[in-house]
């Protein structure tokens, strides 16, 4: 059974989606995502161009073989646009291996660990009040862990914080180029215990809290916030600091206990190795689309189990539908699995492209039984949605200093 088609298509239900297709010389087909938010061509390029060719009539079976000659034989090793690009082969080469065994891909990596795979929900508002109404109407739904953001006052708009606007943040006004945001860690600084504080006495003790700190934060900075928000016991701290530095992390261990968190944007092992052997995090939020696929997150993924550190797998929606497949068969294995970001199944438009039967119940997602990922794409449907040009913001300090977004 060789590789005999590969497909790239792009499509827009509210954001744009990188889907490649595998098909082999008996028909049988495997979906990948590839998607990197803002840089969606440069993936389908590098794909068209440089990956597909060198893969038709190759053994779909050797997952690991092409996983290495993709990494290993490229010569320019690593980067997003390249692991967004392996990373789609291997989850459409891990699809067919399932479809072929008869197997869910959960199945094909040890079995379960686990009944069901526990999710955290966003809770947002523009008020501290409102981010808790929305968070209360998760706990209603079953939720038992909620990541609280809530606007800064004085800034124009604060990540994670979208109001009514019914596009996410790129296709906001619909200008295909970057939006600008402000930041202000002073006044973030005034808001931040509060939020907390009021949340711990709404929702009491039982829920388990989270907070993205979207990388706004100096090491000093984050180890003074992971001490003042030591008394509301957070499940973990996200992206306090950037650690492309991974020293950094050091400095803000050393000073608190709060659980911190990382690895949304890492494309590979060696962008958190040090991080995990020196036990600077607990959890580790690396996405199979960024960080090469279903193989590469199960190598971390082992690799962080000898240091108690839990795999918690990135989950915006700027991540396809068929990366949440590979994260939820990668999750209901992982003997360390923490838990799972969740944001919903998407808009309606979404939902006519990509159709999956994994299922949510009380705040826990269940798992597809398919053969494979249990995932399928509505090619024809996707003519309809177009890519579109966008890209995430540019965030800048208050003087104007460009700035982590
Ligand atoms: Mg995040």
Redesign the pocket.
């Known amino acids: 059974m060789v590789i005999d088609k590969i497909e790239v298509f792009v499509s827009c239900p509210g954001r744009n989606f990188v889907t490649v297709k595998v098909t082999t010389s008996d028909g049988t087909y495997g979906l990948g995502d590839a998607t990197v938010n803002g840089r969606e061509m440069a993936v389908v390029s590098y794909l068209e161009e440089h990956v597909v060719p060198c893969l038709i009539g190759r053994d779909a079976h050797a997952i690991e073989d092409i996983w290495q000659y993709l990494y290993k034989g490229v010569y320019w090793r690593k980067g997003p646009i390249n692991m967004a690009a392996v990373a789609s082969i291997d989850m459409a080469l891990w699809d067919i291996k399932g479809k072929v065994a008869g197997l869910p891909v959960y199945q094909l990596l040890g079995g379960k660990s686990r009944n069901a795979v526990t999710l955290y929900a966003h809770a947002n508002g523009k008020s501290i009040e409102q981010t808790l109404d929305n968070a209360a109407q998760h706990v209603n739904n079953g939720f038992k862990a909620i990541r609280l953001q809530s606007a800064v006052p004085g800034l124009k708009v604060t990540y994670?914080v979208l109001g009514d606007k019914k596009d996410y943040y790129e296709q906001q006004g619909n200008r295909p180029l970057p939006p600008e945001e402000d930041w202000s860690t002073p006044k973030y600084f005034a808001m931040i215990e509060e939020l907390f504080i009021a949340a711990r006495k709404r929702l009491g003790n039982d829920i388990h809290l989270l907070h993205?700190v979207?990388s706004r934060l100096t090491p000093i900075e984050s180890a003074k916030l992971g001490k003042l928000l030591e008394p509301y016991n957070l499940m973990f701290l996200?992206?306090a600091s950037m650690a492309e530095n991974q020293e950094n992390y050091k400095l803000i261990r050393h000073h608190t206990t709060t659980p911190l968190a990382i690895g949304?944007t890492y494309n590979t092992i060696w962008d958190c190795k040090d991080l995990i052997q020196n036990q600077l995090i607990d959890f580790i939020?690396v996405a199979a689309t960024h960080a090469g696929g279903i193989t590469a997150l199960r190598r971390i993924t082992d690799f962080a189990s000898i240091y108690n550190v839990k795999l918690a797998p990135?989950g915006?929606p700027d991540l396809s539908p068929v990366c949440m497949a590979a994260h939820m068969h990668l999750n209901i294995w992982a003997p360390n699995f923490g838990i799972q970001?969740f944001v919903g199944f998407g808009n309606d438009e979404l939902k006519q492209l990509f159709k999956h039967d994994y299922k949510v119940v009380d705040g826990m997602a269940h798992v597809s039984e398919a053969p494979g990922l249990g995932i399928e794409f509505d090619e024809e449907a996707a003519k309809a949605f177009p890519y579109k040009r966008s890209y995430l913001p540019v965030c800048r300090l208050e003087d104007g200093t460009v700035w982590n977004w």
């Open positions: 994670g993205d979207h996200e992206d949304e939020r990135h915006a970001e």
